[in-house]
C-alpha cells in the first residue's frame, strides 16, 4: 500500500493542535536566539506538521515541551524535512559519547539521545515524510548504534580494570558479540519496541593486562549486565530501550552469556523449533561482527535444513495454536499483532516457506519480511495477488502499530478504547472516522488469516495438533491391530487384487530397522501417513501397483519424517505422487533416490508447466547467483537439482499429456544447454583464478574462446529421459602461449585441464547423482586423440582423416554453448567439411557398410537385425533404435542424403536435427513429400515408443507384430536409395 493519506484533523484533534501550538510557542521563544531557526521563523507546512504531530502524539508534545531546544535544533539540523545518509545516526552517537566520563553520563546520553532520535522519527512518520521501510530502518539503526557504541565504551573501561580478555587456545583478545533477535535482527523495529538480544562470545580463557584477571564467561557476564544497565534502567531521563534476554538458551535460567561452543552445542542438542524461528533473524548487532559472522555460520545448520523441512509446518502451527490460546485467555483479540489475522500470522507465512526450502534455495536466508515476500513472489513459491495482498495487509497493521505506539511511546499493539486515541489511529491512517478504520482493519485482518489458513492451518477445523483426523477406517490395519483375514477383507473390498501381498509389505515396513530405529515423533508421523496412503491409492486404477511403487519411497524417508508432513499436509501432492508413480515406475524411483523432488510436486500448475528455454537459463543463473563463488559444493549440488527437478517436471508433463514428443526432447536439451552454459563458467571461472587467462596467436588474453559441440540426441535436439551427452570440446587459443595468472602453464594445458574439470564437473557422484554421463568418443580420432583440440586441428582432421560415419555425425553437430565468435568459425567449418562434393557410390557403399557393422553388432540376432522372414511375428522382438527399417535407419539416411547433395543445396546443413532436415529434402525436391512424411512420421513414432518405455524402465524393444508398417516403409526407402 501507499503511504496513508494525510486527512483533516477532527475537531477533538484540531484543539489538541492548537494547544500545542499555544503552549510551545511561548516556550520556544524564550529561549531567545540560541537555535538556528526560532519558531516563529518556522514555514508554514513545518508548523502544520508540528501541531498535526503533537495533535496524535502526547510523546512528543511532551518532549517539545520539556525540552523545546531539542526539537529546534532537530528543526534547524534540517533532519526533521529529510532521510537520515547510512551511518549518519552512529557518527552523531559517537561524537556525544566521545568524552563521556562515567556509566551514569553514558546512560545519561544514550537516553537524551534516543529521545531527540525518537522525536525525529515519531514526527516524520506521522507527518509521512518517511514510509514504513524508513521508519523501521532509523528506529533499527538508532538501536544498532546505541547497542554497539555502549558495548564498546563498556568493553575498554573493563579491560582497563581487569585486563583484556584473551582465547585460551588462539591467545588472540576476545569480545562480547551481540545478536538483536526478532524486529531488530531484521530492521524492522516499530515505534516503541524492546528489544530481543543474546550474547556471546568466542572462547574461554582470561584476562590478561592488570593486577587482577578475571575468567572470560565472568568478564563477559559483568560486560553484558552493564550493557543492559546502561539501555534498560528507567532513570530521571527515561529508558534508552527495554532488553529482553529470554531467547537465549536455556531462557530466563541460563547464564547470560555463552561460548560460541556452547552455544552450537546447545542448539545441536537442544535446540526447539521455536528457536529456529527466532535464530532466522538473527543479525550481529554489536561487538565483535566478524566473529558474530562465523557464530552465525556455525548456526545455521540449525536453522536451515539442508532437506526440505516441512515438519517446520507443524512446529508453527503449535506455536501459533499457544498463542491464540493465549490471546483468548487475556481477552486479546484486538491485538493487531497477536489476534487472528495480525502482523504474527504474516510473518508465520513468510517464514515457514524459509523454514521449510531456506536450507535449498539461499535466496530465502533473508531478514527483512517484505524483502522475503519479494522473494517468494519471484521464485514461484506464492502467487503474486497472494503476495500483494500479504504485504499491503502487512503494512497497514505495521501502520496501526505504529500509531498505536506513537500515541504515548509505549508498547502496545491492542486497539484504544477511548474515543480520543480512536481518533488518533484513524486520523494517522489516513481514515475519516473510527468506523471507517475498523472496516479497512477487518478487511486485512480476514484476507491475513485466509492466506494463514491456506498455508500453515491445519486440513479442515482450526483443532489442536492431537485433535486432527485421522482416516480411522485404515488406521487399525496400519497397526496390526485386526486379524490378517479381516484386513484381507477390507483391502479386497477397497479394491487391492492381492490383499494378502499387501499386507505383507506393510507388516515388512512396519517391522523394518528403518521403522523400528525411529524416533517417536517421526513414528507418529508415519501412523498419520499411512492411513492417507491406503486412501488415496484404493482411489487408483490399480492400488496394488502404487503400493508397489510408492511403500520403497516411505521406507526411504521413514529416518527424515519431514517429508512424510509435506504428503500428509498436501493431498493435492500425495495425489500427484501416487498418479505419477502409477504411470511410471521410472518416476517412482527418481523420487525414491532423491526424496527433495517431492518440493515439486507441490504446485500443480508449476509441475505441468515447465519453463521457456530463456526463462529455464534465467532461472538456473539466478540460483547460482546465489551461492558463493567459492561454495563449489554446494554449486554441483544446486546444479544435480536443478536437472532432477525440471527433468521430474517434463517427465509429468509427458505422462500427463501436456506436452508432446517433440516438446519433451526440446526441453531436456535445453535443460542441458542451460547446465553446461553454467558449467563451462564455472569450469573456466577456476582455471583463471589458479593460472590466469589463455592467450591467442595475436597475444591478447582469450575471452572464454571456448565451446562445447554436442553430437547426437543433443545435437540433433533429441534428447531423452536418459540420454547421455556425446561432446566434443575446440578452443581458439595459442597452445605455446603461456597463461597470465600467478601460476602459468601453456595454453594446451590450461584448456586440456578446462576440459577435464568440466567432464568432472558434469560426471562426479554427489549426493544428488551426476549430471550426465559423458561421452568424448566422437572428438579427432576418438579416444585416442587430445580431450580439447583447436578449430584449425579439427578442422585438419575433419578435412583430410575423418571418417565417412565420423563425417555423418558431424551432419547431427551444433554448438551448444561458448563463444558466439568461436561457435560462428565452427559453423563455417562444419559446412565446408559437409558441403564437398562426394562420389555417390563411394558414399552410399561406406554408409551402407557402416549401417551393416551396426545391425550385426546391436540388431536382435534371433531376427537378424529385422531383416529375417520371422522378424514380423508376433513373438519377434523388434529393436525400435537398431533393427532393420527403425531409428537408426531413418538417421543414417537423412545423413547419406545431407552429405550427398548439400553441396547444391547448403539450406540441408542449417539444422541438426531429423525432422528439418527432411522438410528440407522435401522442399528440395530430393525426396517426395509423401516419403518424407512417412519417413517423419515413423520417426515420430519410434522416438515416442522408446519415451514410453523408458518412463516404464523397459528397454526400446517392442513385438514384432507392431510397427510393421512403418518398418516395411522405411526398408523400402533405404533400399531405393541404394544403400542396401
Known sequence: MSLPTLVALPPSLETLAKRALAAFEPAAGALGAGPATPFAEWPPERRAAFARVCANSEFVAGQALRDPAMLLQLAGGDTLERSLAPDELRGQLAALLADCGDEEELGRRLRRFRNRQQLRIVWRDISRQADLVETCRDLSELADACIDLACQWLHARLCAQFGTPLGRRSRLPQQLVVLGMGKLGAGELNLSSDIDLIFAYPEGGETEGERRSLDNQEFFVRLGQKLIKALDAITVDGQAFRVDMRLRPYGSSGPLVYSFNAMEQYYQDQGRDWERYAMIKARVVGGDREAGRQLLEMLQPFVYRRYLDFSAIEALRDMKQLIRQEVRRKGMADNVKLGAGGIREVEFIAQVFQLIHGGRD???????????????????????????????????????????????????????????????????????????????????????????????????????????????????????????????????????????????????????????????????????????????????????????????????????????????????????????????????????????????????????????????????????????????????????????????????????????????????????????????????????????????????????????????????????????????????????????????????????????????????????????????RLRPSGNAGLLVSSLGAFQRYQEHEAWTWEHQALVRARVLVGSPRLAAAFAQVRAQVLARPRELDNLRREVGEMRAKMRANLGTPSTAAGTAENAFAAAAPFNLKQDAGGIVDIEFMVQYAALAWSHQHPELLRYTDNIRILDGLAQAGLLPCDEVRLLQEAYKAYRAAAHRLALQKQPGVVGGDQFQDERRAVMRIWRELGLS
Open 362 to 776: 539461499r535466496s530465502l536466508q533473508q531478514r527483512p519480511l517484505l524483502t522475503v515476500l519479494a522473494t517468494l513472489e519471484g521464485q514461484g513459491y506464492l502467487p503474486p495477488p497472494v503476495v500483494t495482498e500479504l504485504r499491503e495487509g502487512y503494512e497497514f497493521l505495521r501502520y496501526t502499530e505504529h500509531a498505536l505506539q506513537a500515541i504515548a511511546d509505549r508498547q502496545t499493539q491492542m486497539l484504544p478504547d477511548n474515543e480520543l486515541d480512536r481518533a488518533r489511529v484513524a486520523c494517522m491512517l489516513g481514515c475519516a472516522d473510527w468506523e471507517a478504520f475498523l472496516e479497512r482493519l477487518a478487511h486485512w485482518r480476514e484476507r491475513v488469516d485466509w492466506h494463514f489458513r491456506q498455508v500453515i492451518a491445519a486440513p479442515g477445523e482450526d483443532e489442536a495438533p492431537e485433535e486432527r483426523p485421522v482416516d480411522t477406517r485404515w488406521l487399525p490395519l496400519w497397526e496390526s491391530a485386526g486379524d490378517e483375514a479381516s484386513a484381507c477383507r477390507q483391502l479386497s473390498e477397497a479394491g487391492f487384487a492381492d490383499p494378502q501381498q499387501v499386507c505383507q509389505r506393510l507388516a515388512a515396513l512396519r517391522g523394518g530397522s528403518q521403522v523400528r530405529s525411529m524416533q517417536r515423533l517421526g513414528r507418529e508421523r508415519l501412523d498419520a501417513f499411512i492411513p492417507q496412503l491406503l486412501a488415496l491409492a484404493v482411489e487408483q486404477d490399480d492400488p496394488d501397483l502404487v503400493l508397489e511403487r510408492v511403500l520403497p519411497l516411505v521406507e526411504a524417508v521413514a529416518r527424515r519424517s519431514a517429508y512424510l508432513v509435506l504428503l500428509t499436509e498436501n493431498p493435492g501432492a500425495l495425489q500427484r505422487l501416487l498418479a505419477l508413480c502409477a504411470a511410471s515406475p521410472w518416476v517412482a524411483e527418481q523420487i525414491t533416490r532423491f526424496p527433495l523432488l517431492l518440493d515439486q510436486l507441490l504446485n500443480e500448475e508449476r509441475l505441468y508447466s515447465p519453463p521457456q528455454e530463456a526463462e529455464l537459463a534465467a532461472e538456473l543463473n539466478a540460483l547460482l547467483l546465489r551461492i558463493p563463488e567459492d561454495d563449489l559444493e554446494q554449486q554441483m549440488e544446486a546444479l544435480r537439482h536443478f536437472k532432477l527437478a525440471h527433468r521430474l517436471r517434463v517427465a509429468a508433463s509427458e505422462i500427463a499429456g501436456t506436452l508432446l514428443l517433440m516438446k519433451v526432447s526440446d526441453y531436456l536439451t535445453w535443460l542441458a544447454e542451460a547446465i553446461l552454459d553454467q558449467v563451462l563458467t564455472l569450469a573456466w571461472r577456476q582455471m583463471v583464478a589458479r593460472h590466469g587467462n589463455p592467450r591467442r596467436g595475436d597475444g591478447s588474453p582469450c575471452d572464454l574462446d571456448f565451446i562445447i559441440v554436442g553430437y547426437g540426441k543433443v545435437g540433433g535436439i533429441e534428447l531423452g529421459h536418459g540420454s547421455d551427452l556425446d561432446l566434443v570440446f575446440i578452443h581458439d587459443g595459442d597452445p605455446q602461449a603461456e597463461t597470465d595468472g600467478a601460476k602459468p602453464i601453456d595454453g594446451a594445458q590450461f584448456f586440456t585441464r578446462l576440459g577435464q574439470r568440466i567432464v568432472h564437473l558434469l560426471t562426479a557422484q554427489t549426493p544428488s547423482g551426476q549430471l550426465y554421463e559423458v561421452d568424448m
